[in-house]
């Protein structure tokens, strides 16, 4: 099982960055070709909700990537640490801000996320979220001497 871990500061510019790392880690792990865009729109789905997430909650802390290459899947994880709490409630010290829009933004991204990938898992608790997307593998990964 081969990972690369990608964090990086929580600013919507290095988005496309871990577009472009996804799309050839997947490409490497034999995801199939047609599938690729759907892989790099997911990601940066994904990535653009993380870093909302962490500039709307004043949290600092890098976002967090892993590619995962297992036999016959390839799987990315997208991790933030924005902590979720009950509708209404606010995080104390957290920047204020409208919770209804910032839940709907949440729920608009997550559709979009559902839509892209058939294996999706999404987790979230008082220690920020996570959402674990999973794609099929087609040929041997490649590996580079």
Do not use: Y
């Not at 929580?10 to 871990?18: G, N």
């Not at 653009?48 to 899947?73: C, D, F, S, W």
């Not at 606010?90 to 920047?95: C, D, E, F, L, N």
């Not at 801000?97 to 729920?107: F, S």
Request: hydrophobic share 45%; aromatic share 2%; net charge negative.
């Amino acid at each position: 099982m081969a990972t690369v871990e990608l964090r990086f500061s929580a600013l919507p510019e290095h988005v496309r960055t871990a577009r472009l790392v996804a799309a050839a880690v997947a490409r490497r792990a034999g995801v199939d070709e047609a599938v690729l865009d759907e892989v790099r729109l997911a990601v940066g789905e994904a990535c653009t909700r993380a870093v909302g997430l962490h500039q709307n909650g004043g949290i600092t802390a890098p976002v967090k990537v892993l590619l995962t290459e297992e036999e016959k899947q390839f799987s990315i994880e997208v991790g933030d640490e924005a902590p979720r709490v009950a509708p209404g409630d606010r995080v104390p010290g957290s920047p204020g801000g409208d919770p209804d829009v910032e839940a709907e933004e949440d729920e608009m991204g997550l559709a979009v996320i559902s839509g892209l990938v058939d294996d999706v898992e999404v987790t979230a608790g008082e220690h920020g979220g996570l959402i674990r997307m999973t794609w099929p593998t087609t040929t041997p990964a490649v590996t580079v001497a």
